[in-house]
């Protein structure tokens, strides 16, 4: 009778995490919504809210100065922002759960670095088509990015590298795809260097549906995918011991969401150029309101992903007045903060 009590009471204590865990989702998700319609009214001319709910109303094919600005300009690089936080925030969260470090992210493991240097190649050479500079920079990014990760994943695999020591490799990988970077703009002309450093900058200006439709089906392909993953992902942050009692393939594991990471990454980078810290942050802030549980932890980084992209984006277009300062510039300036405090915080801890 009493070991069916506390079952009972272990099982009402269980629902009520969850319901804590699914308000706290939905408070997210109503910020970010939020967030959404600021960032569509802010800009060099700004529009009331009744302009924005109308504009988004009557759709692209209506006429009128403000529907022109909501659906050519502002939309566009609002639903970027979504698509790129949202895959970074997923894509850091499974990096830092399958290397076991807190400091793995895109960004510190030198994915966006790949990227910019693919950027920078398309740029300066065309690479890999001639002649069209707006699916050249985004492909080359994005074949560069997947070419890192695969490179880092199969040399520390052969080296038998550990997963905690992976992340001194990214670092690696990340110099020197920036002294490459350095190279290319080097060897380009003024005019050419200019637009690879203002791609390096991450920048939302050339923002377009087009990349919106590309990052929006990557990101969703990728998080279904992992939700395949949940279980076993959870059970490895328990410890790589306890997952592999629990007969979980953990270097298979790591593979196969090492790959999907990689490609949420390339995805996110190829459009808007290097953005630093999301992929870091967010999964920390979700990591302190819902645990370990995959179920919830990933999708709640994507969401704060979306949200801390929108916040970052929204301070970009009023900093300066009548100028949008790059979002990569926005996103580092709080990231390298965060970035010293958990540095420092593991370094009491030990």
Same mark, same amino acid.
């Given at each position: 009778?009493?070991?069916?009590s506390?079952?009972?009471?272990?099982?009402?204590?269980y629902?009520?995490?969850?319901?804590?865990?699914?308000?706290?989702?939905?408070?997210?998700?109503?910020?970010?919504?939020?967030?959404?319609i600021i960032?569509?009214?802010?800009?060099?001319?700004?529009?009331?809210?009744?302009?924005?709910?109308?504009?988004i109303?009557?759709?692209?094919?209506?006429?009128?100065?403000?529907?022109?600005?909501?659906?050519?300009?502002?939309?566009?690089?609002?639903?970027t922002?979504i698509?790129?936080?949202?895959?970074?925030?997923?894509?850091?969260?499974?990096?830092?759960?399958?290397?076991?470090?807190?400091?793995?992210s895109?960004?510190?493991?030198?994915?966006?670095?790949?990227?910019?240097?693919?950027?920078? !190649?398309a740029?300066? +050479?065309?690479?890999?088509?001639?002649?069209?500079?707006? @699916? $050249?920079?985004p *492909?080359? /990014?994005?074949?560069?990015?997947?070419a890192a990760?695969?490179?880092?994943?199969?040399?520390g695999?052969?080296?038998?590298?550990?997963?905690k020591?992976?992340?001194?490799f990214?670092?690696?990988?990340?110099?020197?795809?920036?002294?490459?970077?350095?190279?290319?703009?080097?060897s380009?002309?003024?005019?050419?260097?200019?637009?690879?450093?203002?791609?390096?900058f991450?920048?939302?200006?050339?923002?377009t549906?087009?990349?919106?439709?590309?990052?929006g089906a990557?990101?969703?392909?990728?998080?279904?995918?992992?939700s395949?993953?949940?279980?076993?992902?959870?059970s490895?942050?328990?410890?790589?011991?306890?997952?592999?009692? !629990?007969?979980?393939? +953990?270097?298979?594991?790591?593979?196969?969401?090492?790959? @999907? $990471?990689a490609? *949420?990454? /390339?995805?996110?980078?190829?459009?808007?150029?290097?953005?630093?810290f999301?992929?870091?942050?967010?999964?920390?802030?979700?990591?302190?309101?819902?645990?370990?549980?995959?179920?919830?932890?990933?999708?709640?980084?994507?969401?704060?992903?979306?949200?801390?992209?929108?916040?970052?984006?929204?301070?970009?277009?009023?900093?300066?007045?009548?100028?949008?300062?790059?979002?990569?510039?926005?996103?580092?300036?709080?990231?390298?903060?965060?970035?010293?405090?958990?540095?420092?915080?593991?370094s009491e801890?030990?």
């Open positions: 009778m009493q070991k069916r506390h079952s009972i009471d272990g099982k009402a204590v629902r009520k995490i969850n319901q804590k865990r699914r308000v706290i989702f939905f408070s997210i998700l109503a910020s970010m919504i939020v967030g959404l960032d569509v009214m802010v800009g060099p001319a700004w529009l009331s809210i009744s302009n924005v709910i109308n504009a109303k009557q759709g692209p094919d209506a006429k009128g100065l403000s529907i022109a600005i909501v659906w050519s300009v502002r939309l566009p690089m609002t639903m922002c698509c790129v936080g949202a895959s970074l925030g997923m894509a850091g969260t499974q990096m830092q759960t399958i290397l076991g470090n807190p400091l793995a895109p960004y510190t493991l030198g994915i966006s670095a790949a990227a910019g240097f693919g950027a920078a !190649l740029y300066l +050479t065309g690479f890999p088509v001639k002649d069209a500079l707006w @699916i $050249s920079v *492909l080359s /990014a994005f074949i560069m990015s997947c990760c695969l490179t880092m994943y199969v040399l695999k052969i080296k038998g590298i550990d997963s020591t992976m992340v001194l990214g670092i690696v990988i990340n110099f020197f795809f920036q002294a490459l970077q350095s190279l290319v703009q080097f380009a002309t003024p005019e050419v260097a200019q637009e690879i450093v203002f791609w390096m991450g920048s939302l200006l050339k923002s549906w087009t990349g919106v439709v590309v990052s990557i990101f969703i392909v990728g998080s279904l995918v992992l395949r993953y949940a279980w076993k992902l959870t490895l942050s328990a410890g790589e011991e306890r997952a592999r009692s !629990l007969g979980v393939n +953990t270097d298979r594991l790591r593979l196969h969401v090492f790959i @999907i $990471s490609v *949420l990454t /390339a995805g996110a980078v190829a459009f808007v150029g290097t953005i630093g999301i992929g870091l942050v967010a999964p920390h802030f979700a990591r302190l309101l819902v645990g370990e549980d995959q179920r919830y932890l990933s999708p709640l980084s994507a969401l704060f992903g979306a949200l801390l992209m929108l916040t970052a984006s929204i301070i970009a277009k009023i900093v300066v007045p009548g100028i949008i300062v790059p979002i990569g510039i926005v996103t580092s300036l709080v990231g390298v903060p965060f970035l010293l405090y958990l540095i420092l915080r593991r801890v030990r």
